[in-house]
């Protein structure tokens, strides 16, 4: 079990050998979550929730039943659902599915994720074009990773610009949704 400490807020979390980060808390989930500000009006979405630390980290900023987690992995899926009664967080929604497909709702206001690395980037690119439509109007996606130029391009071409924080050989990147239409894209002639 780990103990983990951002800000004021402790955590307690069983983690498994076969899931991403299990020994500590991914030094770069630790420092999105030190970039995101939380309103008690957000409907989060943890995408990709691993053992659910985020969501959990989440669900201690905004009440409990606006906060959505989804991994496509059933043993992630258990041990958040451990994990969330462990530290008294019960009124969670938490799927077991593929991204987007396992939660009906397209009005989240936060979208937290960390995806997992692929050599095609086709999950980041789910994760990224699939956001900016579960998003409300005003919405932000943060995300982070090790990469930053294929992020920023794709980020960019989506939501129309993004904000990146570099911090210990990590990207922090944060979309917001400006208006329905995705940005528009100019070419030179």
Aim: net charge positive.
């Amino acid at each position: 079990m780990l103990t983990i400490q951002i800000h004021d807020i402790e955590m307690y979390l069983d983690t498994d050998p076969d899931l991403f980060s299990p020994n500590k808390p991914d030094r770069g989930t630790c420092l999105m979550l030190e970039h995101v500000a939380y309103s008690p009006a957000d409907i989060v979405l943890d995408l990709g929730c691993g053992y659910g630390l985020v969501g959990i980290y989440s669900a201690k900023h905004v009440p409990q039943d606006q906060v959505y987690m989804t991994d496509l992995d059933p043993l992630a899926v258990r041990l958040a659902a451990r994990n969330l009664q462990r530290n008294n967080v019960e009124k969670v929604t938490l799927v077991q599915g593929d991204g987007y497909e396992a939660v009906n709702r397209a009005d989240f206001t936060l979208i937290l994720s960390n995806p997992p690395f692929h050599t095609d980037f086709s999950v980041a690119k789910n994760f990224i074009e699939k956001g900016f439509n579960r998003l409300h109007v005003g919405g932000r996606l943060y995300m982070v990773t090790r990469r930053k130029e294929w992020y920023k391009r794709k980020i960019i071409s989506v939501f129309g610009g993004v904000q990146i924080w570099e911090e210990e050989g990590y990207f922090v990147f944060m979309a917001q949704k400006k208006n329905k239409n995705y940005a528009v894209q100019w070419k030179k002639k």
